[in-house]
């Protein structure tokens, strides 16, 4: 058993609300439950059904509240009665995977950018359709309004940085102009100058991305895909293993470091070997969000071993 104490004030206003439960932990009315549609019926054996309820509860209506002088245990079994269709760690990740395409809308892609590895394995998560007609039937709000008004201090920005792109030596930015890539005058107006860098690392003006072609050395335009390797750049996330390149652009996907270089004499942009003291591979985007940014790179050892430490520690073999 695992317990603990803490210290209520002797005096409660009001009830504290609880934005994500733990599955195994509550109390609900039995009508109520099944008003709700019940646990997704698709998810697989465990994980990911406190999430799912938690989010069904609060964007459909609902509340879920603390109660401070309810008395819970919770004894774990050394050996589970039950089997995995697949191994334990992928039947939580395809649950999680289902839980994120059915109530996470644009946010997804924040969970996504995480765990990368699983919108590359394609995980078959079964059909979302019955699950996606309930929140319609139900009249589900937006999982925006839920972090905003259910859970205001879980900072989820949609993007990693955002605006214009900025070449630190050269003090301009990178534009578009008759679809293709070029340096200009920065002008924060314009449209064509307005870049997201998303949590799955894509460079991206709208429905087009910034991608290399390293057999020439250029830059182009390509249509944005989530799962195209070619299109994802490493931007304030290579200190892990590289930190002198902190603030360049680097192509993830080649075996040789190649990084964005800025030249505005031509008004081009090139690819080239990363070199950390070359002062025209340096860029900045106008906002950055340092929300997370250490765990976008090997997000599944960092699940795994958060999951490995919670089995070790409730008793759960592996």
Request: overall charge neutral; proline content about 5%.
């Amino acid at each position: 058993m695992i317990e603990g104490w803490h210290h209520l004030s002797p005096i409660c206003d009001s009830v504290p609300g609880c934005p994500v439960m733990a599955g195994g932990l509550f109390s609900i009315d039995k009508s109520y439950f099944f008003e709700l549609g019940t646990y997704d019926p698709g998810l697989d054996v465990w994980g990911g059904e406190n999430m799912e309820l938690s989010f069904k509860v609060w964007m459909c209506g609902g509340e879920i509240e603390i109660i401070p002088c309810s008395r819970v245990g919770h004894i774990f079994r050394n050996d589970n009665p039950y089997s995995f269709p697949k191994d334990r760690m992928k039947t939580v990740e395809r649950n999680l995977v289902r839980v994120a395409e059915v109530w996470l809308d644009e946010y997804k892609e924040l969970f996504y950018g995480h765990g990368d590895h699983l919108i590359d394995q394609g995980l078959d998560v079964g059909n979302l359709t019955q699950q996606r007609e309930l929140r319609k039937k139900l009249k589900c709000k937006s999982f925006k309004w839920y972090l905003e008004n259910v859970f205001p201090d879980l900072k989820a920005p949609i993007v990693r940085a955002s605006g214009v792109l900025i070449n630190v030596a050269l003090g301009k930015c990178i534009s578009i102009e008759n679809s293709t890539v070029i340096l200009e005058d920065c002008d924060g107006s314009k449209e064509l100058q307005q870049f997201n860098y998303t949590w799955l690392r894509l460079i991206k003006c709208g429905e087009w991305c910034i991608a290399p072609t390293p057999d020439k050395g250029g830059v182009s335009l390509h249509p944005c895909d989530n799962r195209n390797k070619g299109l994802k750049w490493l931007h304030k996330s290579t200190s892990v293993f590289h930190p002198e390149l902190v603030n360049h652009i680097v192509f993830e996907n080649n075996q040789q470091l190649l990084c964005l270089e800025g030249n505005f004499s031509q008004k081009i942009l090139k690819v080239a070997v990363c070199d950390p003291v070359k002062p025209y591979q340096k860029w900045k985007f106008e906002n950055i969000m340092n929300v997370l940014i250490y765990y976008e790179i090997h997000y599944q050892h960092f699940l795994k071993q958060n999951l490995l430490n919670f089995f070790q520690e409730t008793g759960i073999k592996v």
